[in-house]
């Protein structure tokens, strides 16, 4: 199953050709106007005028699946993934965790959007709802023995509820694995 979803994923992409693709500060950004609309009704990036900036999660991701190559500055060599991965790092610490839960979720077949504040690192839309309906999920990605405080997640939650949404806990363990927990209140009467 998974090797069939790997595939639709770039049997689209014109003879196999990887997008090019340059960092900026606003994210990875592509100006392939022909391959833009592939990626975009699959869920990847936002569109910016004539230009799709994708989050450095979907570009981790796309980059493992060979459909982009990332370029910096006027380098003639593409980014290989560790050093995609290291330029990222100096902008979120916790970026190969929230990359392993974006991987999972994408793997799983779900539409994985950034998040909106509040700590929500994703929005994820249920299987083929993406262009139907809002997302379903809000996902905050934690990493085992990261502390939070309690009243941090209480205030997510009623955020969350707020937009009759479900929050969904993503806990990376020490070996890259990942437990969810769906997250409601609790009313004792």
Do not use: C
């Not at 990887?18 to 960092?23: A, N, P």
């Not at 994708?54 to 190559?69: D, G, R, V, W, Y």
């Not at 050093?83 to 077949?109: F, I, M, P, Q, T």
């Not at 309906?133 to 707020?162: C, F, M």
């Amino acid at each position: 199953m998974r090797k069939k979803q790997d595939q639709s994923i770039g049997s689209k992409n014109k003879d196999n050709e990887k997008i090019r693709t340059q960092l900026s500060e606003k994210g990875i950004i592509t100006k392939h106007h022909e391959k833009i609309e592939n990626l975009t009704s699959k869920g990847y990036g936002t569109l910016e005028g004539k230009r799709l900036v994708l989050n450095i999660f979907e570009a981790l991701f796309l980059h493992t699946k060979n459909m982009i190559e990332v370029f910096k500055g006027r380098s003639r060599k593409p980014l290989d993934f560790q050093e995609l991965l290291h330029w990222s790092d100096d902008k979120d610490e916790n970026v190969w965790a929230k990359y392993l839960v974006y991987r999972d979720l994408r793997s799983r077949g779900y539409v994985v959007r950034d998040g909106f504040g509040l700590g929500i690192d994703f929005r994820v839309y249920d299987r083929g709802e993406y262009n139907n309906s809002t997302a379903t999920y809000l996902i905050l990605s934690l990493q085992e023995g990261q502390p939070i405080l309690v009243h941090k997640i209480a205030k997510i939650l009623r955020h969350v509820q707020s937009l009759k949404k479900k929050l969904v806990l993503a806990v990376v363990n020490r070996r890259g694995e990942i437990v969810y927990y769906t997250l409601s209140k609790l009313i004792m009467k």
